[in-house]
């Protein structure tokens, strides 16, 4: 497949294609390539319940043209997050620092994927603090790529960002949705010690699916471990996601729930698997409303403070309203 040039070859460049990005490393648009899965290329009609209005109001013009303006990437956009319009046009985002190509390949994610060779933008402190200003922000996500291509994952930059925007909005909190950062308990630190008000990582899936899942350097008590390490170090509130839809079993989801909550886990959101592109983990099943109610009943008996759950739910979801219940 042939590499499309610049920043302007990621729009050229079809799914699964490589192209090179302003920074002059190669990337794969969406994250996997083409010969990666073998899925049909049909994708299964979306229930109706999954249906959403899509953003457009002038808030929404106003966050997109502050977002542009400042040169960020957001998880909101990367993702193809269906909750974008609702988000947006209430006036929030989720900003995504590092960059917008990961290191890793998970299959259920359309972020871009390469080896950025250490590239960061020293100034993204600073246009994430001014961009929280400008918005007027009350409650911030801040998400990442994977960059296991710099020695500490990223861990003094994204510390530097909450920094900057506790300085530049001390009545704003910060929620920190971070890599793993291989297991480091040094980095996990240097985050939590940053301020942060809310210390997430995404588990994800159900044991028996992480390896079908996810990067094959991301782990399942990997990241049971690097929630546990946030909470003992500082006593911060801990989050974690789960997607729905993926082949897992009852079982193993009340597994899972009673794995992080072994862990002193406080939060937790549910939501159902969308596939990004054809290239992508297919959707084994549509996981019905009802079901999710069932589920955030089981998460609430084991002992989650608050627990955000169904079919639209991604992990920075009305954050703020579901971090208001749980104290550190």
């Known amino acids: ?7 302007s070859g990621k729009d050229a460049a079809a799914s699964g294609g490589k ?11 969406d994250g996997i390539k083409v010969v990666d899965l ?11 319940w999954l249906r959403v209005r899509l953003g457009g109001d002038g808030r929404y013009a106003a966050v997109r043209r502050t977002v542009r303006e400042h040169g960020l990437a957001t998880v909101c956009e990367e993702s193809h997050c269906p909750n974008i319009g609702e988000c947006w046009s209430a006036g929030t985002a989720t900003i995504m620092l590092m960059g917008d190509v990961c290191t890793r390949a998970c299959r259920f994610c359309a972020v871009d994927t390469g080896n950025p060779r250490g590239h960061l933008d020293a100034d993204e402190p600073r246009h994430a603090a001014e961009s929280v200003r400008l918005m007027g922000l009350k409650y911030v996500v801040l998400t990442s790529v994977d960059r296991d291509d710099l020695p500490d994952g990223g861990a003094a930059h994204y510390a530097a960002c909450i920094r900057a925007i506790k300085a530049a909005c001390p009545a704003t909190k910060v929620e920190a949705l971070t890599p793993d950062f291989q297991g480091s308990r040094d980095a996990v630190a240097t985050v939590v010690d940053a301020g942060v008000d809310v210390f997430a990582q995404n588990l994800e899936t159900v044991r028996r699916l992480t390896r079908v899942v996810r990067d094959p350097r991301a782990g399942y008590q990997q990241t049971l471990d690097v929630l546990a390490h946030a909470k003992a170090h500082a006593h911060v509130v801990t989050k974690s996601s789960l997607m729905l839809g993926l082949g897992e079993t009852d079982g193993e989801i009340r597994a899972a729930l009673a794995d992080l909550r072994d862990h002193n886990v406080d939060l937790l959101t549910l939501g159902q698997y969308l596939q990004p592109t054809r290239h992508h983990l297919p959707v084994a099943r549509w996981v019905r409303p009802a079901e999710f109610d069932t589920y955030r009943e089981w998460a609430l008996a084991a002992g989650f403070v608050d627990v955000a759950s169904g079919p639209l739910v991604r992990s920075s979801y009305r954050a703020d309203e579901l971090v208001r219940n749980a104290k550190p």
């Open 38 to 48: 073998n899925v049909p290329a049909t994708r299964p009609r979306k229930p109706p």
């Open 1 to 7: 497949m042939p590499l499309s040039d610049t920043a």
């Open 19 to 29: 192209y090179r990005t302003r920074h002059g490393f190669t990337a794969i648009k």
